[in-house]
T-cell receptor, first 115, second 117 residues
């Protein structure tokens, strides 16, 4: 079965510092996407960044970047220059190859940002 | 702005009283999803529509049904809500790059929080 594992239930970072959230996954597919979604308290889930597995280059979106290690099935999210608004639940997600767009989510990492 | 809209944002129902949650989208996406998210847990897919083609997850209880009358709207019907059905219900949409392609980005609505008394 395909699984997504986030081993850090909670993380904390000082404002302006850098934090890395980890994610590992298990799949037998060779071509797929990986996603990081952010869910602030009582607010809707939004896409932070996505990575296409066949691309060697790590995806970057402003202060957010990933470290994608395909062989190791690792997909970590780095947040640079952390801001108070980054405080949220972060979910790593992988689309189940057997079903169109069916996302399998990790259990999430709750990120706190200290002023 | 193109978006995914869910109404109502909060819904209170009584144990066993049918309830319907609605979702609409202005993105013109082919695929619409319903997820259930319980407190401090990850979202869990209940079912999805690819156009009019309904796809139910194997472990979705029969108590949950869905309708998609047109591209823009999708409804989640809970026929006899139990206390265990209290959760946030998330609607999402996506458009596949091509048929059979790996999942594309999903766009989520704000969710409807369901309380069962």
């Amino acid at each position: 079965a395909q699984t997504v594992t986030q081993s850090q239930p909670e993380m904390s970072v000082q404002e302006a510092e850098t934090v890395t959230l980890s994610c590992t996954y298990d799949t037998s597919e060779s071509d797929y996407y990986l996603f990081w979604y952010k869910q602030p308290p009582s607010r809707q889930m939004i896409l932070v960044i996505r990575q296409e597995a066949y691309k060697q280059q790590n995806a970057t979106e402003n202060r957010f970047s990933v470290n994608f290690q395909k062989a190791a099935k690792s997909f970590s999210l780095k947040i640079s220059d952390s801001q108070l608004g980054d405080a949220a639940m972060y979910f790593c997600a992988y689309p189940n190859g057997g079903s169109q767009g069916n996302l399998i989510f990790g259990k999430g990492t709750k990120l706190s940002v200290k002023p | 702005d193109a978006m995914v809209i869910q109404n109502p944002r909060y819904q209170v129902t009584q144990f066993g009283k049918p309830v319907t949650l609605s979702c609409s989208q202005t993105l013109n996406h082919n695929v619409m999803y319903w997820y259930q998210q319980k407190s401090s847990q990850a979202p869990k897919l209940l079912f999805h529509y690819y156009d009019k083609d309904f796809n139910n997850e194997a472990d979705t209880p029969d108590n949950f049904q869905s309708r998609r009358p047109n591209t823009s709207f999708c409804f989640l019907d809970i026929r006899s809500p139990g206390l265990g059905d209290a959760a946030m219900y998330l609607c999402a949409t996506s458009t596949p790059l091509e048929e059979g392609a790996p999942g594309e980005t999903q766009y989520f609505g704000p969710g409807t929080r369901l309380l069962v008394l």
